[in-house]
């Protein structure tokens, strides 16, 4: 077996949960990314009062309704333009991550919340459907500066122990943030006609909480070190986090990770993208954020209603079951949390993405029976619907998240998320824009696209990509120069005899026959 550098025994750290953490863990979560969970839902139950002001509005300035095409056109436009917002905000985030740091970043962009807020909260007072879709426009933009700083900034103060639990924080409150959508939306709360305004802008509120407590908080020690070289700031960030925790070993391993990148300037995406020593780590994150959308979570999301109609449930009783739903995002989020550092993250995907696979085959398969009249099988397609929502948030939910953090240095973590991001969003918008069109050509046989799409991640997620679990972001990035080292002497890669270099600080190890180490890949 080839020689593999590692960091001295000496200087491994285990940390404990302060309430420092877990109060920046809460508050980055709450105030950012609840907010993008309870964007998804709000638009579901005041869809008919929106199109009624669309339309009202239009006919006192026109003298004349919009036509049933129309009106659909601009409520789709209502609904869809959140993407569109999410994947500009995927796009910004590496500059802005870079400028004002991570927590930074999360309170500066607060603004937009607030901006958002008072457009959609004054657009009936104002008579103005403009408004409401440019302030989703607004939100969109937020949540997708969030989906990629708030685990960027977790990831960074984490201890590699607790990287995971952490990590996860953020998918427990989009679960939420689902679940506060559908319980605020009920006819007994502010699901009336004339609530509609206050519903849509009810985000300001959490935005505000994390705006006045967060900025006593300190920034991500790593960004501070290793891109601002500032020693007492980072020391001072270190004691705070861990509390009366031996910093010294972490500093150490942060000032590796600083001397590795001493000549790296933070990259560019176009130069990620021809980066060959982390070739790897770029094509999981483009197969993960890919998947995670292509699953068809979104699909069972925006069509839960109707699978419930079809099962025969009471058309009064279906935003109560549809809120039965969000209690088990809720729980299947928990579940995957606390259970990340006994299974591994790696473990909580495959098997994740396995169980949305099985239950997208079964749906098709109870449409298929439920057409020979087996009625019985609208249940099972129930079944099927909260499994796929269970199996997502136990896993694919937050994970991909957190292993685009773990998996690239500091020089290269902004621009890999500008990918992860973007891809992210796109393949949201494609699967909402595109599923009424395979619904209708594929009909029952069109969950099987998920099915297919959720095992091959899996199996992918299996073979490619190794167990990260209390790994320093040093060690990561050796696993993987490893692991092509040992792609290379089987013949996956065709190249010549490898050789000792280090490109942006990626190790390559040098020898003729490697062999990878058994903590190296997900049993």
Request: with cysteine; charged share 10%; hydrophobic share 50%.
């Amino acid at each position: 077996m080839a020689e593999e550098v590692l960091i001295p025994s000496a200087r491994k750290f285990t940390a404990h949960l302060t309430s420092s953490l877990l109060a920046v863990a809460f508050l980055t979560s709450f105030g950012s990314s609840m907010l993008y969970g309870y964007n998804l839902a709000v638009v579901n139950s005041p869809a008919v009062y929106i199109k009624d002001f669309y339309n009202k509005t239009v006919l006192s300035r026109n003298g004349t309704g919009l036509s049933g095409e129309t009106l659909t056109l601009m409520y789709s436009l209502t609904v869809s333009v959140f993407a569109i917002g999410g994947l500009l905000g995927s796009l910004i985030v590496g500059m802005l991550v870079t400028r004002f740091g991570r927590k930074g970043t999360v309170v500066n962009t607060t603004v937009l919340v607030f901006i958002a807020g008072l457009l959609m909260g004054f657009s009936r007072i104002c008579g103005s459907p403009e408004m409401v879709i440019f302030g989703r426009f607004i939100t969109g933009i937020h949540s997708g500066i969030s989906l990629s700083v708030v685990p960027m900034y977790l990831g960074e103060i984490a201890p590699k122990n607790l990287r995971g639990f952490l990590g996860l924080v953020p998918s427990i409150f989009i679960g939420m943030g689902v679940f506060a959508a559908q319980i605020l939306g009920l006819h007994e709360l502010l699901g009336k006609e004339e609530h509609w305004p206050l519903f849509l802008s009810v985000v300001v509120v959490p935005t505000f909480i994390q705006l006045m407590l967060l900025p006593w908080f300190p920034e991500s020690p790593r960004y501070l070190l290793i891109e601002k070289h500032n020693v007492h700031a980072t020391i001072t960030a270190l004691n705070w986090y861990r509390a009366k925790c031996n910093i010294q070993a972490e500093f150490e391993e942060m000032q590796e990770e600083q001397q590795s990148l001493s000549s790296v300037e933070t990259l560019s995406v176009w130069k990620l993208l021809l980066d060959d020593t982390v070739r790897w780590q770029v094509l999981s994150v483009v197969v993960i954020n890919i998947g995670m959308q292509l699953s068809g979570i979104d699909a069972i999301w925006f069509y839960t209603n109707d699978i419930f109609e079809n099962a025969g449930i009471p058309a009064p009783e279906i935003p109560y079951t549809t809120a039965g739903t969000g209690i088990i995002e809720i729980i299947a989020g928990l579940i995957g949390c606390f259970s990340i550092e006994k299974w591994a993250g790696g473990l909580l995907m495959i098997g994740g993405f396995a169980m949305m696979g099985i239950c997208s085959a079964g749906i098709t398969l109870a449409l298929i029976l439920q057409g020979a009249h087996l009625s019985i099988m609208r249940y099972v397609s129930v079944c099927c619907v909260v499994g796929i929502i269970a199996g997502f948030c136990i896993g694919p939910a937050g994970v991909p998240f957190l292993v685009t953090a773990e998996l690239f240095k500091q020089s290269h973590r902004p621009a890999a998320y500008i990918v992860g991001g973007s891809l992210n969003w796109l393949s949201n918008f494609t699967v909402g824009f595109m599923f009424p069109f395979l619904q209708m050509s594929a009909g029952s046989y069109c969950y099987l696209v998920f099915a297919t799409v959720c095992v091959f991640v899996a199996v992918y997620v299996y073979i490619m990509i190794p167990e990260t679990k209390n790994k320093t972001f040093m060690e990561i990035s050796r696993m993987f120069s490893k692991r092509e080292a040992v792609l290379e002497t089987q013949g996956l890669i065709h190249g010549d005899q490898l050789k000792l270099k280090k490109i942006n600080g990626y190790g390559i190890v040098e020898h003729a026959s490697l062999e990878l180490d058994s903590s190296s890949s997900v049993p």
